[in-house]
Each structure stands twice: as C-alpha cells, then as structure tokens.
Nanobody, 123 residues
C-alpha cells in the first residue's frame, strides 16, 4: 500500500505564496504519474497539475503561470509551489499517485491519495 502525506497548507493573503509537499512511501520511479488535485466547498475535485512518467508538468488552465509542480526523486517527495495566490484558489489540496502493475498474470491500476491539506487565501 502506497502512503502519501501532505504538508504545507495554511492561510495566506491574496498575492502570497505557499509550497505544498507530498511525501511518498515508495520510490517515485515506481509511479506512472503523480498529481495535485483540489476541491473547493460545493465543487467537484479538479486537476491542478500532473507529471506523467517523469515528464514535464502539465497544469490546469486556472493555475498556469502561477503554480509549479516538481519532484525530488531522491527524497520521494512531490511539491507544488503556488505563487500569486487568489481567493479562488481556496480549497483542500490532495496529492495523488497513479501506479500501473503489469505481469504475465495481471494488469492492475491503482490510485492513491493523501489526506488533503487546506489552503485558504484571504482577499
């Protein structure tokens, strides 16, 4: 079982910055993708940023140019640097890891989630 532990959320004023961290319990090389999602009250969970198979990060339109996702493979940690924060960025942010396991006997896809960390941006 893969475990993800997020940290770094908090309260910040509009225009400020926060960096979220997600510690992963296995080697990053074992994952096919890692991502950040967020969910605001009354809204569906939305994709913020994703890195697939060690490639470059892709971002949701609402955060492009303001957020940066990156990984430290040596520390098995995923980061989300959030700059120029807006009140509409307020949400619970979740770390996600996607793993595909393939053998001669099975094909299995697994999604793992962190517990979430609250980000609140005041106007």
């Amino acid at each position: 079982q893969v475990q993800l532990v997020e940290s770094g959320g908090g309260l910040v004023q509009a225009g400020g910055s926060l960096r979220l961290s997600c510690a992963v319990s296995i080697s990053m090389h074992s994952l096919n993708a890692s991502a950040w999602y967020r969910q605001a009250p009354g809204k569906q969970r939305e994709l913020v940023a994703v890195i697939i198979s060690g490639g470059t990060a892709k971002y949701g339109d609402s955060v492009k140019g303001r957020f940066t996702m990156y990984r430290d493979n040596a520390k098995n940690t995923v980061f989300l640097q959030m700059n120029s924060l807006k009140p509409e960025d307020t949400a619970v942010y979740y770390c996600n890891a996607h793993q595909v396991v393939v053998s001669s006997e099975r094909y299995e896809e697994n999604d793992y989630w962190g517990q979430g960390t609250q980000v609140t941006v005041s106007s």
